[in-house]
């Protein structure tokens, strides 16, 4: 039994568009995390609080196509009950998200068990800008695994609905 080709064509559109759907979910789910500290370039330091162990990323954040920060070492994290240091890493591969007028990029990861904790930033007063308008963000960070997941949805997804698309005319 051969299978029409407009029926064919219907249910590669429908499995395109719920793969579509499905990728942008996969793709928000990873990217977005509430934000725990909001702290403007132009501070030296700020406190937050962690709600549970974890990985965390510190995110820089702000307006897109203004002038950044030259350099940015890492930031000194410190838990205000112990007063450890905690170890930050600079991130493998950097995840950045622009919506256009607002940009962030993430540029360090680090491991942190629930409490409070100080972010004091080491950079050099002559390195920022005075009126910044970039902030850094602590984030909770997601598996890389579900970017790439979300990615591979929507290739697949475009596949589908070209497919679906142009199979009637073939």
């Known amino acids: 039994m051969i299978v029409p080709g407009w029926i064919l064509s219907i249910g590669l559109s429908g499995i395109g568009l719920y793969l579509l ?12 995390s509430p934000v725990l500290l ?3 370039l132009t501070q030296k330091n700020g406190q937050f609080d962690l709600p549970q162990a974890g990985a965390y990323s510190i995110w820089q ?10 350099k940015l070492l890492a930031p000194a994290i410190f838990d205000l009950q112990t007063g450890e240091k905690l170890i930050v890493h600079p991130t493998f591969s950097t995840v950045r998200i622009n919506n256009g007028w607002e940009g962030r990029i993430q540029l ?5 068990k629930a409490g409070q904790y100080r972010l004091e930033l080491t950079i050099d007063a002559s390195t920022l800008n005075t009126e910044s308008p970039y902030f850094l963000e602590i984030r909770a960070r ?8 979300g990615i591979l949805l929507l ?13 009637p005319f073939l």
Do not use: N
């Open 38 to 40: 909001k702290l403007p």
């Open 155 to 167: 290739l697949l997804a475009a596949f589908c609905l070209l497919t679906g698309l142009v199979l």
């Open 108 to 112: 360090f990861t680090f491991w942190a």
């Open 142 to 149: 997601r598996p890389g695994y579900i970017l790439v997941l």
């Open 21 to 32: 759907i499905q990728g942008v979910k996969h793709i928000q789910k990873a990217v977005d």
């Open 61 to 70: 954040s702000g307006r897109t196509l203004q002038r950044a920060p030259v």
